[in-house]
């Protein structure tokens, strides 16, 4: 696939990488390549549009900084997935993913048993010195990290957190405590230090912040997770309505 159509305009300011990076973008939403797609190699795009390889990797470094492509070391550079998630529908991290044809996968940062947190109390509806199984993940999709996860469960739910594999709907199903509604909640935050470095971008770059409360057929809170989603690959879908 060639990008020949490409034309330096000589009244923009902005650098000519800069330019180079933005039709690369429109490409890129019009559909002209596809997740996990490879991009023409620097050598081949700086033969195409005629400018130098240090401007087409600068273009693509653009792209890469986005999350709109990732770098893949000694194999090139490939569209990065992008999940959108309808808000209508309650499914796990891998059910979205699945559907989608990408692989989900978690990187375990830690599963424990702990006293909960004053937060968790109030949330799950425990009392005071209850145990609960908190669960600490990043989720990933095609090897991509796209979310830094903290699930939170009453220990009477999951005694052993280390049971759950990549789908902690999947165990819950399998133990008869799989939520049957959740109530969400999402905004947006800027990325601390910490929180960039895990999810691979830059300090206070904008993330989602979602706040997910599962409940059981019976009403009883059983799921509290806390997810930081990067902006750059969710998006969130809503059917609307009008009531006549």
């Known amino acids: 696939m060639t990008i020949s159509d490409f034309k330096a305009d000589l009244n923009d ?6 330019q180079v990076a933005r039709k690369l973008m429109q490409d890129l939403r019009d559909g002209r390549y596809q997740v996990d797609q490879a991009l023409p190699s620097e050598r081949v795009l700086s033969e195409q549009l005629d400018v130098s390889r240090v401007t087409a ?3 693509i470094d653009q792209l890469v900084e986005q999350g709109l492509v990732v770098r893949k070391r000694g194999s090139g550079n490939y569209v990065a997935p992008r999940i959108e998630q309808p808000l209508s529908n309650l499914s796990s991290f891998s059910e979205q993913l699945q559907q989608r044809g990408y692989k989900p996968s978690s990187q375990w940062l ?3 048993v702990v006293m909960a947190s004053a937060e968790e109390q109030m949330t799950l509806g425990l009392s005071p010195n209850t145990r609960v199984a908190r669960l600490e993940r990043l989720r990933l999709a095609d090897d991509v990290v796209m979310a830094y996860e903290v699930s939170t469960l009453p220990a009477s739910v999951l005694p052993k ?3 759950v594999g990549s789908s902690l ?5 399998r133990s008869g405590h799989q939520p049957v509604r959740a109530l969400q909640h ?3 935050m800027n990325a601390s230090a910490t929180l960039a470095e895990q999810l ?4 206070g770059q904008a993330v989602l912040f979602i706040t997910r409360v599962g409940y059981l057929e019976t009403g009883q809170a059983v799921e509290l997770t806390h997810s930081y989603c990067r902006s750059d690959h969710y998006d969130f879908v809503a059917e609307m309505r009008r009531v006549s």
């Open 13 to 18: 300011n902005t650098p000519l990488y800069m």
């Open 57 to 59: 990797r600068k273009a």
């Open 110 to 112: 830690k599963r424990a």
């Open 161 to 163: 957190p280390e049971a």
């Open 169 to 173: 709907y999947e165990y819950l199903n």
């Open 186 to 188: 999402i905004r947006a």
């Open 200 to 203: 691979g971008v830059p300090e």
